[in-house]
């Protein structure tokens, strides 16, 4: 595996495990701050190895080629939570300093270990169980009312792994499968929220940490839509319990880098936490363009044990609109137009293929109009979609 080049100056290379997006938007904030990237990428095409010259190929599963990988690199970081067990063990065993860590990055991976250890915690989540049978679904849908919500406990991402159900034996493919694998479902209780919040930190291996603003985060199909910041008329009480909550969570869990609490807000001024991510996040885009230091700079300077930047906000609002594979396979001339209608909007595309439903990009786009605001960024998104062609 050929070794990264090195800037001269005794600064560091940090290694990506994943070439998706999340890798990719790390290289202008590398760059930046006169880091070397280097990403093990899933193929040659992939979204980080098109803009990032250390990309060797290789799976995130091939223990081999994440240690040689590793090897040239003096911290490594994840585009995603789906490393093996064995492969962060090889890591371990290799002495390789890894952010987050596995003993943190589990409760990321496996969202029953989330649950249990925040429930002892006592960080507010919605109810929950384990289930392998018909009858511990129902025994659980008739506790706390029905219909309930049945998640995979790992592997799961934007809706998928998750289904509403309105008794056991619709569940009966996945029980199987659990029984066979002795691998529980989770049963959540279905919350009745007001909306979805979120609230992105930053924390360093020394335990410095910083804490954007809470957003809220607007749903559709499972697929986060919009993301809104800071979150509009949110309680003022209600935003520092959440962020003194997630800020409790990445200390208690030992969490360095970044980490996502993904919370439902409920009526009457309370919050439940839904999930977790320990990696730059779709709540987080926005901050690339709208706060002093964006998430995936933030990233890079926590899991090097940097001083981390300030997350204050440059703008009044400022909204992200994701973009959908939709109707245009070529973007170039719909990514010029945008340009061209709305030069303030910040459009960031990915490199990648465009599939159906697909994030394929977002765009960014601040000032003091909450409503205009949202009205061009979601025009933006949709005219590269191809939803709209004026």
Known sequence: MTAPLRAPGGFPVVGIIGGGQLA???????????????VLAEAPDASAALVIPSAPVGAHSDVDAVLAFAAECDVVTFDHEHVPADVLAALAGAGVAMHPTPQALVFAQDKLEMRERLTALGVPCPRWARALTVDEVTAFGDEVG???????PRGGYDGKGVRVVASGE???DWLERAGAEDSPLLLEEKVPFTRELAVLLARSPSGQAAAWPVVETVQTDGICTEVIAPAPDLDPDLAAR????????AGELGVTGVLAVEMFELPGGEFVVNELAMRPHNSGHWSMDGAVTGQFEQHLRAVLDLPLGSPRPRHAWTVMGNVLGGHHTELYPAYRHVMARDPEVKAHLYGKGVRPGRKIGHV?????????????????ADYIEGAVTE
């Open 24 to 38: 990719r938007m790390c290289a202008g904030p590398a760059a930046e701050l006169g880091l070397t990237l280097s």
């Open 146 to 152: 029905w219909p309930v919500v049945a998640k995979t």
């Open 170 to 172: 619709e569940l009966q």
């Open 242 to 249: 959440a962020t003194e909550a997630a800020l409790r969570i």
């Open 364 to 380: 960014n786009v601040s000032g003091d109009s909450l409503t205009d605001l949202r009205a061009r960024a979601r025009h933006a």
